[in-house]
RNA sequence: GUGAGUGUAGUUCAGUGGUUAGAGCGCCAGAUUGUGGAUCUGGAUGUCGUGGGUUCAAAUCCCACCACUCACCCCA
């Protein structure tokens, strides 16, 4: 076997790449609608902004990097995730000057070490919103729903959001050590992992899904009980928005997410598909996390869809729209002598906006006109002896079979006009076949 | 990082120790001396994932590595 993509990545072949296009373009274009606006981070960064924004200790700095030195001896590490690459930015270009909040959107490669498998690879794509400088839980609100209709628009409704208030550094300490008490006092009921997640990290445990620890978070106490005042305001608040836009939703104590910068709202919208509901999109607000990369302290929230989990969702529902960028004209020769002729005529036709192709391994007129078909090409230019004799082109319709043979000096502008407004072209065509069949 | 399964033509797969490794689809050509998708006929495919070992003999058995898939961990 020759060289192959890395482990993990993989090559986005052209019978993709279209879909990829269309899924794009309606982010975009609700981006847009929103008050979105594109902003374009470099693929690596210094590795400490990553330790700082993403948390030392979650699993994603711990042994997800690829982290590297450069030949000046820095530490850089390819994006892992969007929000702190962002948030640096907003911080360095001081966006916060044309007025708060910010609203931003990215969307490109990440990379994560880790073991592939069905929509996990370690080059993945992620789109993400990022609002930042207002803690306004309508702006929650707004996130929330623009992630909710992107997914609308793509007809990905086998979906279920999850939201939780998990506090903010004034009520969630408290909190915390609460359940850590609980969870010592359980200790010997506990997993491995969840004994070593209840020293460290005891929100996490939450994520483990052992019955048996299952069982003693249960009965722990719940963060939903332990929110200050303005945690639980901000709560009632976003939840009032959503049930107001008609956004179904599902308020879940155990929702937690894996990244350490998370205050008050989390979310996450899960397939519904399968059995291990796979996270398709999820976010959160981030009160401090501006302040943690060296700016003002400034509260922020967005979130990050899984473009190759969107893509799985869209396969697995056949809901996938056949892109192939259309080929208008297919310009056949019938022997090298006219292969000449051919070439100059489709580039003319090119130059006019049509888009046209011919055939370069001089092979059978028969085999070009297979081509021509393979292509889904409608119409087909015939050149032969005898068309030049004429100073002509025979002109076919691939679709009825009909033919007509058409002055050489007409054809192009003919086509031109058949082409030449996007909108237009399925009427035309039409019209283009009733003429060739009146003949 | 842990555990399991898989790897044979472009593709989907058959072949489990014995000549020159097969089939469907696809591709190319001809039937149709200038015309596509149907039909018929013919043709080309391959370091049997890679490297090592066992054997008179390996696609087949053993080992290592690589890749893919699934589960775990975690996440998008």
New binding site residues.
């Given amino acids: 076997?020759?060289l192959?993509?890395?482990?993990?990545?993989?090559d986005l072949l052209p019978e993709e790449t279209g879909q990829w296009q269309y899924v794009e373009t309606t982010m975009r274009t609700l981006c847009a609608r929103y008050g979105f606006q594109e902003l374009r981070t470099p693929i690596f960064e210094y590795t400490q902004l990553f330790d700082r924004g993403v948390g030392s200790d979650?699993?994603?700095v711990e042994?997800?990097m690829y982290t590297f030195q450069d030949r000046g001896g820095r530490s850089l590490s390819l994006r892992p995730?969007g929000t702190a690459g962002v948030v640096r930015a907003f911080v360095e270009h001081h966006l916060e000057e044309a007025g708060l909040p910010v609203k931003l959107y990215y969307l490109g490669p990440?990379f994560?070490?880790?073991?592939?498998?069905?929509?996990?690879?370690?080059q993945?794509h992620?789109f993400g919103v990022e609002a930042l400088g207002s803690e306004d839980p309508y702006l929650d609100v707004e996130v929330i729903d623009l992630g909710w209709t992107i997914l609308q628009a793509l007809k990905i409704d086998a979906i279920r959001l999850e939201i939780n208030c998990i506090g903010c550094h004034l009520c969630r300490p408290a909190y915390e050590k609460t359940l850590k008490t609980y969870l010592q006092d359980h200790r010997d009921q506990l997993c491995a992992?969840c004994q070593r997640?209840s020293e460290t990290n005891p929100l996490?445990t939450f994520?483990?899904?052992?019955s048996s620890c299952q069982a003693v978070l249960a009965e722990a106490p719940r963060i939903s009980d332990a929110l200050c005042d303005a945690c639980q305001q901000h709560f009632e608040t976003l939840c009032s928005g959503l049930d107001m836009l008609g956004i179904p939703y599902q308020k879940t104590a155990t929702l937690v997410?894996?990244?350490d910068y998370y205050t008050r709202t989390v979310f996450?919208?899960k397939e519904t598909l399968?059995a291990?509901a796979?996270?398709?999109?999820?976010?959160g607000r981030y009160d401090h996390l501006v302040a943690e990369i060296g700016g003002k302290d400034q509260p922020g929230v967005g979130f990050?869809?899984?473009m190759?989990?969107v893509m799985l969702l869209l396969e697995q529902a056949s809901r996938m729209p056949s892109t192939r960028e259309p080929i208008d004209v297919y310009v056949a020769f019938?022997?090298p002598q006219q292969q000449g002729m051919a070439f100059d005529l489709v580039s003319q036709l090119r130059r006019q906006g049509v888009a046209a192709e011919i055939d370069h391994g001089r092979?059978?007129?028969?085999?070009q006109?297979?081509?021509?078909?393979?292509k889904?090409v409608r119409l087909?230019l015939?050149?032969?002896?005898?068309?030049v004799a004429e100073q002509a082109v025979?002109l076919?319709?691939?679709?009825?079979?009909a033919?007509r043979r058409i002055p050489r000096t007409e054809i192009v502008q003919l086509l031109h006009q058949q082409f030449s407004s996007p909108d237009a072209i399925e009427l035309q065509m039409r019209g283009a076949v009733h003429e060739i069949n009146g003949c």
């Fill in positions: 076997m020759a192959q993509a890395p482990r993990g990545t993989r979650t699993d994603i042994k997800e995730e990440m994560r070490y880790e073991r592939p498998q069905a929509g996990r690879q370690r993945f992620q992992d997640r996490r994520d483990c899904k052992r997410r894996g990244l996450e919208f399968t291990e796979a996270t398709v999109c999820g976010g990050g869809i899984g190759e989990r019938a022997s092979r059978s007129l028969k085999a006109m297979r081509a021509a078909a393979r889904g087909v015939l050149l032969g002896e005898e068309e025979t076919r319709d691939m679709e009825t079979g033919q």
